[in-house]
């Protein structure tokens, strides 16, 4: 049997990942321009009509589009349109007006309409409400709406450019169950309860028409196809009409789709996510627009620019993302701008591949935002300057502009070193002054780490420290562990080995100024803190020194948080003991180690209540099931490993599919590693096939693009249960599988960049290799195998990875065992036996005993085959011992299959021994040893293996025919081979049945003599 490494992902500390915005079809490259100024002579002419409805008469009133069309009217003229806006217009007006507009956009190249007020759906179109309309205009609609497919396609025919902007997705004004009729005899419609839909032009945009050439169509919905907009607050513009002011000024220096997309992101935003506007667009030339109004300048302008910037990222980001930080930022209180504008500050190229880091990283920054947002108060100061500067970072803050905001507060830090020499030398306001400059580099620490800068954040932690060390306690304290904290971060994801240094001493100076009634429990707060930055250490570094100090530390904690009553802080430290003893574990025979780690999870989760914490409570079952998994490899059987399956099917109580897909995708993927498990320990390939179903899972969510690593130890794990369910099957079909699986995986986990994962992989690729050689009889694969082998070795060595490195040995030996078979040479088992050896240097009975156990059996199996190119029968009699030592370990309830390839070779090493020394004597042995691999392999489950078993029975009873036995002894060896030969048909491997038939025949001879 060969051994494999399955991937199984870290210990939970993740959240969520980031929608795409409006599609926008662009083509070729004609600028389209309009002028801005009466001195502009113009060269190209845009007309547009504004319409705001907010005055009805019979349904209920808007209070917001009369403003809409009025801000909407200024920002178009000076954009250069020729623009004419209405309001409150009942249907004959608002149908003249359209005809109007129609007449008056012949000869011009743009026309855009724009119309703020009710609009519903029904029969195939879109219709607007004039105020006039009542209950009774659904029942006439072609005279008392407006329907908007006629006026497109009539703008169509003759403008260059149509753009139709239509902010009338409000609810349905008219009850739920009235139907709209076109003429009073027509047919009735439902009518749409929310928004609009694709008008009826939209459909053939490129339809050719008489007109000039024309370029094509832009048609903007305020909310997404059948969703409803939100009207605004009373006397302001509504959120698309709030936007399209803000960003369609950008037109001088931005593409028309560009501007479109930052649009559809402000409602997006301002909406808290609420509304997204919608576009159908099919332009054959990219639209810009001349020079615009004037942008807004100072601050704002700084901030805006970099908004836009934002908002144009955001539209680009997958709906999984999206997904991510809206929960992210429902969850944990904070404004959508800024953590999108955290995630913007970060970049695409730095963003962890990994989902769970990436979920922690975007939690920390939620801390921080919100930590900012509560301490914004506290910055106090008599400078104006400094005050203009900080309200505008905090406000850059809130509108994602994060760069724009370190701007502001470097500005403010310089005003503060300006001042520095000047304050007064009273001590009061020296100490006023102190708090108050320290509280600016404080807020510019906080940006810089927001911009994930945590160097520079734990700097001016250092240099806030300075300034109040004489002056405050509680901010001398507050500021030197801020300090420690940034420097470990900053160690942790850099490897900077000095800063993590730098943060142990910070946290040591910290613990000389605790002192007072709390100062027991702000100690053990502080040590654990020290202890988190010691097991970063230790997890680098192959000394185990700092790992265990650390332990040391969480456990004295324990003791002060139990006597408080400080549940969660205790469940904390005691979880994190359970990681280092799991990390610890690793490096270790000793299965003591994940023993205690299993205790202290189950610890932690009596004190992490499903009610109160249940992410917390979920991520906690996920780490007792790694645990599990990770004992049960040391202890052999199956009893764990059904533990493992129990704690992470209660995870997945908790974990939603929708609402947390990476949590959800991690357990799925450890959930289906311990299935493949189970099956390989029950011989069942049921159990097979879910581990199977549970990775397809996981790798719906982990996609390649977005999460490499992830994506790729998803494929390796399934690989690895394709290679054990090939067992139940004769071709290569679920091989052949599992070694593309493997191959993928190899794209992403290159030797230089995770050496460790590589090393995995080969190992595995090694082991599908060997089984498609055995049953190819081919050579050159099996060649291939070993060389897989070989080359995990130069990572997996002995020192680092010592039960990698005898799983290595022993799947060598498995290929090389193979090899001799295939190639009949002897020297081939005598090297499989130097490798089955090599890995019991690692392999003990005390501490693995499974692994022990198998090692023995495959060293009787070589030994058994040199055996017959030997004259004595010593390596036999070895051969036998080995398996019997197997036997001592292996049973049929932990672990049927190797537990009867075990019986079954016993018996024939058995059975070779008494035809070599021509006595019967281990004859009964052998058939019990026989009979007993049967109770496994049956004929309905395997019945290759069953065949093979009812040919060796029938070898033994010829053998004992042979020796003195009865004539019955011969038929009932010729009824064996009968049964064998149906076997080796029912499992459509024919080979071996000549054979069986020359022995048939030969048995039949002897009894006829």
């Not at 955001?314 to 800024?338: F, G, K, N, Q, W």
């Not at 992490?608 to 917390?616: G, N």
């Amino acid at each position: 049997m060969t051994q494999g490494r399955t991937m199984l992902f870290g210990l939970i500390t993740a959240r969520k990942a980031l929608r795409l915005g409006s599609a926008m079809l662009v083509m070729a490259c004609l600028i389209v321009a309009m002028p801005a100024s009466a001195q502009d002579k113009p060269s190209l002419k845009g007309v547009a009509l504004i319409v705001g409805q907010s005055k009805y008469e019979h349904i209920a009133g808007l209070p917001n589009p009369a403003n809409d069309a009025r801000e909407m009217l200024k920002l178009l003229t000076d954009l250069g349109f020729d623009a004419r806006a209405v309001s409150d217009r009942d249907a004959s007006k608002l149908s003249r007006d359209l005809e109007r507009f129609v007449e008056d956009a012949e000869g011009a190249d743009v026309a855009l309409f724009y119309y703020s007020g009710h609009g519903i759906e029904a029969a195939g179109e879109n219709w607007l409400v004039p105020v006039d309309a009542d209950v009774g205009s659904l029942s006439n609609a072609n005279e008392a709406l407006v329907p908007i497919s006629a006026v497109l396609d009539q703008l169509k025919s003759t403008v260059p450019v149509t753009i139709v902007l239509l902010d009338a997705c409000r609810t349905n004004p008219f009850p739920a169950d009235t139907v709209l009729r076109k003429t009073p005899t027509g047919s009735g419609a439902a009518v749409g309860q929310e928004g609009l839909t694709l008008v009826r032009g939209a459909k053939s945009l490129n339809a050719p028409t008489e007109a000039t050439e024309n370029l094509g169509t832009v048609i903007g919905f305020a909310a997404e196809p059948g969703r409803p907009a939100l009207d605004g607050p009373a006397g302001e513009n509504s959120p698309y009409a709030s936007a399209l002011l803000r960003h369609l000024g950008a037109m001088n220096g931005a593409e028309f789709g560009a501007v479109m997309r930052m649009v559809t992101e402000e409602v997006y935003l301002d909406t808290k996510a609420q509304q997204r506007p919608w576009v159908n667009e099919s332009l054959r030339r990219l639209l810009y627009f001349g020079s615009a109004p004037e942008e807004p300048g100072g601050d704002e302008g700084q901030i805006t620019g970099e908004r836009r910037q934002l908002l144009l990222t955001i539209s680009e980001l997958p709906d999984i993302s999206r997904a991510s930080i809206e929960t992210v930022a429902a969850r944990d209180a904070v404004p959508l701008d800024a953590l999108y504008g955290v995630l913007k500050a970060l970049g695409t190229t730095n963003m962890p591949e990994e989902p769970a880091e990436l979920e922690s990283l975007l939690d920390a920054q939620a801390e921080r935002l919100k930590k900012m947002i509560s301490e914004r108060e506290a910055l106090r100061t008599d400078d104006p300057e400094i005050l203009r500067l900080t309200a505008s970072a905090d406000r850059a803050i809130r509108e994602g502009a994060i760069q724009t905001a370190r701007s502001f507060l470097d500005q403010a830090v310089g005003r503060v070193e300006e001042t520095r020499g000047a304050v007064d030398d009273a001590e009061e306001l020296v100490r006023q002054k102190r708090i108050a400059d320290a509280a600016v580099y404080a807020r510019r620490a906080e940006t810089s780490a927001l911009a994930f800068d945590y160097k520079a954040a734990a700097e001016d932690y250092l240099k806030a420290f300075d300034l109040i060390e004489r002056w405050d306690d509680r901010l001398r304290w507050n500021y030197k562990n801020l300090q420690a904290e940034y420097l470990h971060i900053h160690g942790d994801e850099t490897g900077d080995q000095e800063a993590l240094d730098a943060s142990l001493k910070a946290y040591e100076e910290v613990l000389a100024f605790i002192e007072g009634d709390s100062a027991e429990l702000d100690r053990a707060i502080t040590r654990n803190n020290m202890a988190v930055v010691m097991q970063t250490i230790g997890e680098r570094s192959v000394d185990p020194g700092q790992l265990e100090q650390a332990a040391a530390i969480f456990h004295e904690s324990l003791a002060v948080f139990a006597a408080r009553k400080d549940d969660l802080n205790w469940a904390a430290a005691q979880n994190n003991i359970g990681n280092i003893l799991l990390k610890l574990g690793e490096r270790s025979n000793d299965k003591r180690f994940f023993e205690d780690a299993v205790t202290a999870l189950r610890a932690t989760l009596e004190k992490r209540p499903r009610d109160k914490v249940p992410l917390d409570w979920a991520g906690s079952q996920n780490n007792l099931g790694l645990a599990l998994y990770q004992l049960s490899e040391r202890e052999g059987g199956a009893e764990r490993l059904f533990e493992a399956e129990t704690a992470y099917r209660a995870a997945l109580e908790v974990y939603d599919r929708a609402k947390n897909p990476l949590e959800w995708a991690m357990v799925q993927n450890n959930l289906g590693n311990t299935l493949n498990a189970i099956g390989t320990a029950r011989n069942d390939s049921g159990k097979f096939q879910a581990a199977a179903t549970a990775f397809r899972s996981a790798l719906e969510i982990n996609k390649r693009e977005q999460f490499p690593i992830s994506w790729a130890r998803n494929r390796l794990n399934l690989g690895n249960v394709l290679n054990n369910l090939a067992r139940f099957e004769v071709g290569t079909t679920e091989l052949e599988e599992a070694a593309q699986a493997y191959n993928d995986a190899l794209e992403v986990f290159t030797r230089n960049r995770f050496p460790s994962d590589w090393a995995s992989v080969q190992n595995n690729l090694g082991s599908v290799l060997q089984t498609l050689g055995q049953r190819n009889r081919d050579l050159k694969q099996l060649e291939e195998s070993a060389s897989a082998f070989r080359t995990a070795r130069r990572v997996y060595t002995r020192q680092r990875f010592p039960l990698d490195w005898a799983m290595l040995h022993f799947n060598l030996g498995n290929t090389l065992q193979i090899m001799g078979a295939v190639s009949g040479e002897p020297l081939r088992y005598k090297e499989a036996v130097d490798a089955y050896r090599d890995s019991l240097r690692e392999y003990r009975r005390e501490n693995t005993p499974r692994q022990w156990a198998l090692s023995q059996a495959a060293i009787g199996s070589s030994l058994h085959w040199i055996s017959n190119s030997e004259t004595d029968t010593k390596s036999l009699e070895d051969a036998i011992a080995a398996r019997r030592a197997a036997l001592e370990v292996l049973t049929k309830a932990n672990d049927p299959v190797d537990w009867a390839n075990a019986q079954s070779g016993l018996g024939m090493s058995l059975l070779n021994l008494g035809s070599r020394q021509q006595v019967a004597t281990y004859l009964p042995e052998a058939e019990k040893a026989f009979a007993a691999s049967l109770e496994v392999f049956t004929r309905e489950q395997q019945p290759l293996q069953w065949a093979f078993g009812q040919n060796n029975i029938g070898d033994l009873y010829w053998n004992k025919a042979a020796l003195g036995g009865e004539k019955s002894d011969y038929a009932k060896a010729i009824e064996m081979f009968e049964l064998a030969k149906a076997g080796f048909t029912e499992g459509g491997y024919t080979a071996p049945i000549p054979l069986t038939d020359q022995k048939i025949s030969l048995a039949r001879d002897a009894m006829t003599k």
